[in-house]
């Protein structure tokens, strides 16, 4: 069986609301002004790049996209359909009329899985008379006054032979849908040069764990907050007042349960800090630049300068840049000579060099050269 072009098939009748529609998610917003359209135009390139529930959650949240009075969300993924709606809308099942997802009475959004195989409706404007022509819609934005969505599998709009023809190469997001092997979000390594026993800037032996300290256990007793700079972010709370994307069940610092309907608009937390194999520890409040000897010259502003020993200078003057971006901490080289080994803290280590960037997790080691290593933790009380 060929591959379909999106993981449902949609129509939709003309009017005001704007739908973004991707092969694996579609969101439906309020009537926008045409002075947004740049704006309207990233959104689309991020609903396309969503490629989970996960994904999909952080970027309605990130953009402040949850706290409008009405939307809706859908997203497809191995488990089948998923809908997020919130205000006066209300999704319909085509074959039976019944409601399947209300958006009443929610603090931030109502989140309903639909299964493999449904027909629904969504309407955002009252039907006046008979219903408008209904016209096709694959990936792109249009106005919409109401849309039809269906996950049958036998309703779907299918490639010819793309795989023969080489018009689509196994997209991960739609093998599901054509029995092809699934797999998870590409991995943001995949470009980059894995560790090789002889690769020359790899200190020998490595740098483990066991060569930082521990780190003390009062730093998951509270979540610092950012720089002052007044920004906000909606945020669900564990136990112990940690801050966690809406969509998490786990608390991303301590593991204890975190109730996304508890979602509120909090100050921006710290994600993280980085802890070096010397003792010392900084918060990750304003982006970071570790190097030999760092200068303001081509990093953020604002960014904090951290200073490490090469005595044999394998370590660049700016060597790179730790800084966090939404609710992910990334690090970029800073066109360093020898680049940064990368040890997750599952999968296997990479170099990452030539000015490119990464996102990196909790527990992650960054070896520098000259036996200096860093390592990300979760952030300290100051």
Known sequence: MTLPMAAWRVSYTPGNWLVLSGPTTLVVLAPVQPRKARLINQLWTDVVAASSVTKLLELLSATGLSELPDFAAFHWDASGLHCFLRGGLQVVDIDTGDVAVSGSDVVTWREEKLGAARRLRLDMEPKEGEAGLALPLVVGAVS???????????????????????????VPVLADRAGLASSADAAPVSKLRPVHSSEPSLPEPGISASQFAPPPAKHLASQPAAAATGDEIMAAMCHRGHANP?????????????????????????LAGVATNRGEFTNLQVPVVFGRSPKHDGVPAGARLKAVASPTKDISRNHLLLTAKDWDVVVTDLNSTNGTTVKPPSGQPFILSDGKTVKIELGTILELGDGVALRLEPPRED
Not at 144 to 170: C, H, M, N, Q, Y
Not at 246 to 270: E, I
Request: contains cysteine.
């Open 246 to 270: 809406p969509s998490n069940r786990h608390c991303r610092l301590c593991r204890g349960p975190v109730d996304p309907a508890t979602a509120k608009l909090v100050p921006r937390p710290t």
């Open 144 to 170: 919409a006054a109401a849309i039809f969505l269906t996950t049958a599998d036998s309703e779907l709009i299918r490639f010819v032979d793309p795989l023969d023809r080489g018009v689509l190469p196994k």
